[in-house]
């Protein structure tokens, strides 16, 4: 078994995002700029109600270029992960030598999979019988089909991996491939997560009365809740030297990649936010950074009454009570696997254009919640250290640390 070298340097050169704010890492970076969030009501079960009716969806139809028929055969989480990555890979791919697709490895992290498309099958085998029921619906439902789907459509033939760790699957999946290229057993990867609204994890968060009724308020004192959303998010990373060999633009550095698990319960963190802190720590010593160096972290921050200030517990004890926090999920909600994805691109442009987003809807300061939070807009400051956390239920924690490259900007 070959063991990660952390003398190798992870090189990340290209991003790929989707969301209910933007369609690409333009449009996503301007709503940020303009504090502006991507909330609406509920409209992709039509005829059907919930406790709630808040989510963050993607608008529009999701062209992935490939054509109708094949569109046909894909789930919506494996269309925004599609789209998302292309990006990425021709954001990469601009400037140097082409990559090469034989040695690009998709490692994928999703919550739902296309478990929208089985509960399409599932109601159309309730109301019409077996034979009217699609079966290349089922086909499309397992947590794995995303990863494939993105292979074949982008001819990626170094190989495949599929992460299912709840909400921290993307943040997972990246580190995965960061891990890879480190032992060299690739050297390089589209790697990230997607996820698409359904039924279940709609409902199932309603039933956990873990929704909040309006858009919501990470680290607010009148936070009740998440906010569902959906999207994708994915990194190219690269060996460094490979990268450099090629002509490729370095946007950032890969530095560390922590991983933990809380070993506490199900769906709670334990209040005083260890498990977050141990994944803080693990990526700083992964990164060989000191707690002061860290400049900005892009927090889980879900918004939820137990969350939030666990998570600051935690972010305090691994990097102090001084640091500038931010929760980006006020902006385009909670994606579920594909959060470390797609919050993941966001940190990295946050180390490109020196700007931390902003928390929005922070006002009212909870005094279990004590850090800077950056309220009202976004704030131009230096940022060479950015830390990326997300969390999944069952105490799946993964935090992920960026450096900025001297001489890089948003181009």
Known sequence: MRIPDLSRRVAVTGLGIICSIGRNREEVWQSIRESSGGFGQLSR?????????????VEGELETALGREIDRRLSRSDKLGIIAAKQALEHASSAGQPVLPDAV????GSSTGGLLEGEAWYTARRKRGNRTAPLTKVLQQPTSGPADAIASALGLAGGVASNATACASGGASIGFAADMIRS?????????????????????????????????????????????????????????????KRGATILAELL???????????TAPPADGRGAASAIRAALRDGRTAPEAVDYVNAHGTGTPLNDPAESCGITAALGAAIPVSSTKSFFGHTLGAAGGV?????????????????????????????????????????????????????SNVTLLFGRVQGTDAG
């Open 45 to 57: 079960f039509p005829g059907e109600t919930f406790p709630t009716d808040v989510s963050a969806e």
């Open 105 to 108: 490895l998709v490692s994928v």
């Open 184 to 244: 060299g057993r690739t050297v390089a990867a589209i790697a990230g997560g997607t996820d698409a609204l359904c039924r279940l994890t709609y409902s199932g968060f309603n039933v956990l009365q873990a929704v909040d009724p309006t858009p919501c308020k990470p680290f607010d004192s009148r936070r009740a809740g998440i906010t569902l959303g959906e999207g994708a998010g994915f990194l190219f990373l690269e060996d460094w030297n490979e990268a450099e």
């Open 256 to 266: 560390g990649y922590g991983a933990s698990c809380d070993a506490h319960h199900a």
């Open 343 to 395: 919050e993941a691109v966001v940190t990295v442009m946050s180390l490109l254009e020196q700007t931390a987003p902003a928390t929005l809807r922070w006002s009212q300061r909870d005094a279990e919640c004590p850090l800077d939070y950056i309220e009202g807009s976004a704030r131009p400051m230096r940022i060479d250290r950015a830390i990326s956390n997300t969390f999944g239920f069952g105490g």
